[in-house]
């Protein structure tokens, strides 16, 4: 694995260390398309604009104002030079949509670089086409394994791994998946850009008047989100999780993801649920963190809401059954509670963590690390 992956970088890296010698800047092509993306990239293109050049894409992945849009005004995310306007379909036509658009605007952009986020199918399509081109892919979230297949984004992580020449690894855990792997050239350890992103915009967060909006009482509620396809499009599951959520006898405020939505109404689980839950549309990322910092626990099957609540020392309770963020379950602020009623009403009566979270997450600069290592890409 190893010699392989030396041979495939030898030729992409020489022509970008050269470049970065010679003080030129590198002209990048960003590819985003869901949510978590949009806000992974908000620091990143900022740091790497100060000395590059920066083409942005958005897939279309997401489209919804609500998943989309928001997250632009709210971390001044440069608007998109292109928008392929894929939208939603099966993984396969979807990715494919995406392959083809991407290839037209790298064959007109002609960029030295792609810059990927994540784990979704915008990342697989980006990953996918560079490495085709061939150009050097730089994946941002590199070297996170939940080891378990039926997740579609770790087949996508593993593959956009194995064609990336800088894997920005947001956790030494995530250097130590790819060492196994055999993976070791490219591979830095940069923390996480979203951490970048939770320390920036506390403030901002917490002059949101959401909490009050809504009438939820401070630290009373749980915040939920669900949008794994595992758990919302299966009955049985997701009708163990409203079960649970209806007898927590707690106070729920549960933005619904488009997906889980139809789900709900699709399952007749929607009347129950409203009843004794505030159900709302997605919100903007202030707005959200908003809701986090100040709610009891966190339900979730979201990565990125399970790091956000640990970052935020609020205890979480993920109803998967493994995580590719094995750090936030150190100290007992992420547990993994699977999906039977029973587990997670247990989960939800377990008292807060009496210790610190840990700062496995960098220092609040992994996005100018980012730019810094596009600098001499060495
Ligand atoms: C996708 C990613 C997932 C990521 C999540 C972030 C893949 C395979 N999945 O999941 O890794 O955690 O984004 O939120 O890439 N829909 C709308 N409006 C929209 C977008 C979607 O109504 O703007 C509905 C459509 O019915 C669509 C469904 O949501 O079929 C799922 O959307 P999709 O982007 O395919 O997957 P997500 O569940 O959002
Ligand atoms: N988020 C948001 N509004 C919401 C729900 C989530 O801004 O209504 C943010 C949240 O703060 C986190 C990100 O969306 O930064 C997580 O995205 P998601 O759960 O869709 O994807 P995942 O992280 O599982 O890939």
Same mark, same amino acid.
């Given at each position: &694995?190893?010699?392989?992956?030396?041979?495939?970088?030898?030729?992409? =890296?020489?022509?970008?260390? @050269?470049?970065?010698?010679?003080?030129?800047?590198?002209?990048?092509?960003?590819?985003?398309?869901?949510?978590?993306?949009?806000?992974?990239?908000?620091?990143?293109?900022?740091?790497?604009?100060?000395?590059?050049? =920066?083409? !942005?894409?958005?897939? %279309?992945?997401?489209?919804?104002?609500?998943?989309? +849009?928001?997250?632009?005004?709210?971390?001044?995310?440069?608007?998109?030079?292109?928008?392929?306007?894929?939208?939603?379909? @099966?993984?396969?036509?979807?990715? %494919?949509? &995406? &392959?083809?658009?991407?290839?037209?605007?790298? $064959?007109?952009?002609?960029?030295?670089?792609?810059?990927?986020?994540?784990?979704?199918?915008?990342?697989?399509? %980006?990953? #996918?086409?560079?490495?085709?081109?061939?150009?050097?892919?730089?994946?941002?979230?590199?070297?996170?394994?939940?080891?378990?297949?039926?997740?579609?984004?770790?087949?996508?992580?593993?593959?956009? +791994?194995?064609?990336?020449?800088?894997?920005? /690894?947001?956790?030494?855990?995530?250097?130590?998946?790819?060492?196994?792997?055999?993976?070791?050239?490219?591979?830095?350890?940069?923390?996480?850009? &979203?951490? +970048?992103?939770?320390?920036?915009? *506390?403030?901002?967060?917490?002059?949101?008047?959401?909490? *009050?909006?809504?009438? !939820?009482?401070?630290?009373?509620?749980?915040?939920?989100? #669900?949008?794994?396809?595992?758990?919302?499009?299966?009955?049985?599951?997701?009708?163990?999780?409203?079960?649970?959520?209806?007898? @927590? %006898?707690?106070?729920?405020?549960?933005?619904?993801?488009?997906?889980?939505?139809?789900?709900?109404?699709?399952?007749? #689980?929607?009347?129950?649920?409203?009843?004794?839950?505030?159900?709302?549309?997605?919100? $903007?990322?202030?707005?959200?963190?908003?809701? #986090?910092?100040?709610?009891?626990?966190?339900?979730?099957?979201?990565?990125?809401?399970?790091?956000?609540?640990?970052?935020?020392?609020?205890? /979480?309770?993920?109803?998967? =059954?493994?995580? =590719?963020?094995?750090?936030?379950?150190?100290?007992?602020?992420?547990?993994?509670?699977?999906?039977?009623?029973?587990?997670?009403?247990?989960?939800? +009566?377990?008292?807060?963590?009496?210790?610190?979270?840990?700062?496995?997450?960098?220092?609040?600069?992994?996005?100018?690390?980012?730019?810094?290592?596009?600098?001499?890409?060495?």
């Amino acid at each position: &694995m190893a010699d392989r992956q030396e041979t495939s970088l030898r030729f992409l =890296e020489g022509t970008i260390i @050269s470049r970065g010698l010679l003080g030129e800047s590198v002209r990048i092509v960003t590819v985003v398309g869901a949510r978590p993306q949009f806000i992974k990239a908000a620091p990143v293109s900022r740091a790497v604009r100060q000395r590059h050049e =920066e083409v !942005l894409v958005h897939t %279309g992945q997401h489209y919804d104002a609500n998943l989309s +849009d928001v997250f632009f005004d709210a971390l001044d995310l440069p608007r998109p030079d292109y928008n392929l306007g894929v939208g939603s379909g @099966s993984h396969a036509w979807q990715t %494919g949509e &995406m &392959m083809k658009g991407l290839e037209r605007v790298l $064959d007109q952009e002609k960029p030295d670089f792609v810059l990927v986020y994540g784990d979704t199918n915008s990342t697989l399509a %980006g990953a #996918l086409v560079a490495s085709k081109v061939p150009l050097p892919v730089g994946h941002v979230e590199a070297g996170l394994r939940a080891y378990n297949r039926v997740y579609p984004e770790e087949i996508n992580r593993i593959i956009v +791994d194995d064609v990336s020449a800088l894997l920005l /690894c947001p956790t030494p855990t995530a250097v130590d998946n790819l060492r196994r792997e055999g993976i070791t050239r490219g591979v830095h350890l940069v923390g996480d850009v &979203m951490y +970048d992103v939770a320390l920036a915009n *506390r403030e901002a967060a917490k002059a949101r008047d959401i909490g *009050r909006r809504l009438n !939820l009482r401070d630290g009373e509620y749980l915040l939920v989100t #669900l949008h794994r396809p595992s758990n919302v499009e299966d009955r049985a599951t997701l009708g163990r999780i409203v079960e649970a959520l209806l007898r @927590s %006898g707690r106070e729920v405020v549960f933005p619904v993801h488009p997906r889980t939505r139809k789900s709900l109404r699709a399952f007749g #689980l929607w009347d129950s649920l409203q009843a004794k839950a505030t159900l709302i549309e997605p919100v $903007d990322y202030l707005d959200f963190t908003a809701l #986090l910092m100040s709610a009891a626990k966190v339900v979730t099957d979201s990565g990125g809401v399970q790091k956000e609540a640990y970052f935020f020392g609020v205890p /979480c309770v993920t109803l998967r =059954e493994e995580t =590719e963020w094995m750090e936030t379950v150190s100290g007992g602020w992420n547990l993994l509670a699977g999906t039977k009623t029973e587990d997670i009403l247990n989960a939800l +009566d377990r008292p807060r963590p009496s210790g610190e979270t840990s700062n496995a997450f960098g220092d609040g600069r992994a996005a100018e690390k980012i730019a810094h290592l596009l600098d001499t890409f060495a």
